[in-house]
């Protein structure tokens, strides 16, 4: 066992018996690191991976959630039977998506457009859909929050970052193992030479179908988890652009394309985020805005001075390289 | 519906489309020349509404006479943050540039919001309730003269890049980077003032749509995506394109407003972005 595999190991152990510590605040806080190192990792297959910018992905968050959440609602559906349901609609409509940008192979700018337009399109297209409540929010039935109930997903905040912490760990080793197979280096072919790529033989619209399709996937699963957690969904909220931009700032401050980044990445900007909450709300004064700007700042500061993210100059530091970062 | 409503409708769709039109022209200039796409139109867009609402609050000077101000000193803005900020990225991948723009367009929306509150705030002229009568039709007098002021606008911006030697030279980046550069170009220079050509027009349409709407924060990433939908539903790089695609968008937005409901007209432009970018992707009006 190398050293990469004990530190990880150790981190996880740490990590399923960090509740035993934690209070209910901090708990929601290690929640909320899980959910965006998970999400992250998710985008990051699509743009880290395989070169694809989505500006978008709040999209496949909304409809997961949607899908999961009306279908338990309406009809009394287990969210295990919903989640299949939400990978369905988000793989369909990321099908969509990249079916109409790759095959006349508009990328960069113009495919994150597109990711853009598809998700307001939704966002104001669900803001009219009266069947999950339009502007007015969609509600699920909240019961007694200390009773444990796995099979419908209702339970104290401990249940979920259970679940985060599953869905962080089931991402992060699918990633891994996407990176080294077959899978993972014609992505990075793709993002590092299309052209080349395609001489070399590979199926440049196929792979990058893929990889959108897997990434929607992922997000669906964050988007049921994001539903049956907050228990309330606004199209305003859920799909908005805005949202979209914070589920890329924990990979690209993290290190884009690398297994480690979207986790790092999210560890501190939701430290950060929180620390600017309680500082704020200790100062007396809660400016909304505020934490939008540091946002924008880390944001700007990151890709000026670390284009490449802060987990690649970590790893070189302590001797990880090898095992945990995507490039050389 | 009695046609003189919907033709009232149709009329002022398209002037505000032409407004809509100078601030893609912006965008478009922009893109064409430096390679740039500015993220942060409709956040710089937003700064020029909130200037000229309180300019006109603390003066009461009529707006139209603050245009040849505003745009110079949106000019001076935009020259600044090509050449500070935008232009250690130019050679940086796509998505860098991006992300850099994204975070000055997040950095200016909230730090409006922190300093003027979430608020709506309008400028009122005192001849904002004038119409013209003109047969059965019913046309607003400042979405008239605004409408105008924006034509002029791109008229002057068209004979800058035309006849002005600064304006060919800029003409020549665009055409040939390499060959601009061997004949002794400043192009980091020339660059940082089609910037600032491109916040100009943004400065000037700010000033106009701030007398026709409210003007509130989260108008700049509405009008960030708003550009972009119309620069590339006109063809990105194409002046036509994005005058033509900014009355599209503003007909189809008021019209949508009519036939479905107000909240869902920009459903409506963004059905069409997705169109035109599967089945047109080089714009409506730009050859491939």
């Known amino acids: 066992m190398n050293r990469s595999v004990v530190a990880l190991l150790v981190l996880l152990a740490a990590l399923l018996a960090l509740p035993l510590a934690l209070d209910r605040y901090l708990l929601s806080v290690m929640i909320l690191i899980l959910y965006f190192a998970y999400v992250g990792q998710a985008w990051n297959v699509m743009m880290g991976f395989a070169g694809q910018l989505s500006l978008g992905h709040a999209l496949f968050v909304g409809l997961g959630a949607y899908t999961a959440a009306a279908l338990f609602?309406?009809?009394?559906?287990?969210?295990?039977?919903?989640?299949?349901?939400?990978?369905?609609?988000?793989?369909?409509?990321?099908?969509?998506?990249?079916?109409?940008?790759?095959?006349?192979?508009?990328?960069?700018?113009?495919?994150?457009?597109?990711?853009?337009?598809?998700?307001e399109f939704t966002r104001i297209g669900f803001e009219h859909f009266g069947w999950v409540g339009g502007t007015g929010g969609f509600f699920l039935r909240v019961t007694q929050q200390?009773?444990?109930?796995?099979?419908?997903?209702?339970?104290?905040?401990?249940?979920?970052?259970?679940?985060?912490?599953?869905?962080?760990?089931?991402?992060?080793?699918?990633?891994?193992?996407?990176?080294?197979?077959?899978?993972?280096?014609?992505?990075?072919?793709?993002?590092?030479?299309?052209?080349?790529?395609?001489?070399?033989?590979?199926?440049?619209?196929?792979?990058?179908?893929?990889?959108?399709q897997i990434s929607a996937a992922m997000t669906a699963l964050a988007g049921v988890f994001f539903a049956f957690y907050y228990n309330n969904?606004?199209?305003?909220?859920?799909?908005?652009?805005?949202?979209?931009?914070?589920?890329?700032?924990?990979?690209?401050?993290?290190?884009?394309?690398?297994?480690?980044g979207p986790v790092l990445g999210a560890a501190l900007l939701t430290l950060l985020s929180e620390g600017i909450n309680q500082a704020l709300s200790m100062a007396g004064h809660e400016v909304p805005g505020v934490k939008q700007i540091l946002y924008g700042v880390a944001l700007g500061a990151a890709i000026m001075f670390m284009p490449n993210g802060i987990w690649p100059v970590i790893a070189r530091k302590f001797g990880f390289r090898r095992a945990v970062t995507a490039d050389d | 519906m009695p046609i003189e409503a919907?033709?009232?409708?149709?009329?002022?769709?398209?002037?505000?489309?032409?407004?809509?039109?100078?601030?893609?022209?912006?965008?478009?200039?922009?893109?064409?020349?430096?390679?740039?796409?500015?993220?942060?139109?409709?956040?710089?867009?937003a700064v020029a509404m909130y200037a000229t609402v309180f300019a006109f609050a603390a003066t009461g000077v009529d707006p139209l006479w603050m245009l040849v101000p505003m745009a110079f000193v949106f000019f001076g803005i935009g020259y600044i943050l090509q050449r500070g900020v935008i232009n250690p990225f130019i050679d940086r991948p796509e998505h860098s540039q991006f992300i850099l723009l994204l975070a000055v367009a997040l950095v200016v929306v909230n730090l409006l919001l922190v300093a003027f509150g979430p608020d709506a705030r309008s400028v009122q002229v005192d001849y904002a309730l004038d119409s013209y009568e003109i047969g059965p039709l019913l046309i607003d007098k400042v979405r008239l003269i605004c409408a105008g002021v924006a034509l002029v606008a791109c008229a002057i911006l068209f004979a800058i890049f035309r006849y002005?030697?600064?304006?060919?030279?800029?003409?020549?980046?665009?055409?040939?980077?390499?060959?601009?550069?061997?004949?002794?170009?400043?192009?980091?220079?020339?660059?940082?003032?089609?910037?600032?050509?491109?916040?100009a027009c943004v400065g000037v349409a700010g000033t106009l749509l701030s007398m026709l709407v409210d003007v509130t924060p989260g108008l700049g990433p509405a009008y960030t995506l708003l550009a972009f939908v119309i620069v590339i539903i006109g063809g990105l790089g194409s002046i036509v394109g994005a005058l033509a695609g900014g009355v599209l968008i503003g007909v189809s937005e008021?019209?949508?407003?009519?036939?479905?409901t107000p909240s869902a007209k920009s459903m409506f432009s963004f059905a069409l972005l997705i169109l035109v970018l599967a089945f047109r992707p080089q714009g409506l009006f730009r050859a491939r």
């Open chain 2, 164 to 199: 002005t030697s600064f304006g060919k030279a800029i003409r020549a980046c665009a055409d040939n980077l390499l060959g601009a550069q061997v004949v002794g170009l400043n192009v980091e220079h020339l660059y940082a003032l089609t910037f600032g050509l491109g916040t």
């Open chain 1, 146 to 212: 200390d009773h444990v109930d796995v099979v419908h997903l209702r339970g104290p905040p401990i249940l979920f970052y259970y679940l985060a912490l599953a869905l962080a760990v089931i991402g992060f080793v699918l990633c891994w193992a996407m990176l080294r197979g077959r899978l993972g280096f014609y992505f990075r072919a793709i993002r590092d030479n299309e052209e080349a790529a395609r001489a070399a033989g590979v199926n440049v619209f196929r792979y990058k179908m893929y990889a959108v």
């Open chain 1, 233 to 260: 969904l606004f199209p305003e909220q859920i799909f908005h652009i805005s949202r979209s931009i914070e589920i890329i700032l924990a990979p690209i401050i993290g290190g884009i394309g690398t297994l480690f």
């Open chain 2, 254 to 260: 008021s019209v949508a407003g009519l036939l479905i």
């Open chain 1, 73 to 119: 609602q309406h009809f009394a559906i287990v969210p295990w039977v919903g989640m299949l349901a939400a990978i369905v609609v988000c793989v369909v409509m990321g099908s969509i998506i990249g079916w109409l940008a790759f095959r006349f192979g508009i990328g960069g700018t113009y495919f994150a457009l597109l990711t853009i337009a598809f998700a």
């Open chain 2, 6 to 45: 919907i033709a009232n409708i149709v009329i002022s769709g398209l002037l505000t489309g032409l407004i809509y039109g100078l601030m893609a022209l912006g965008l478009s200039v922009i893109y064409g020349v430096v390679r740039i796409v500015n993220f942060a139109h409709g956040e710089l867009m």
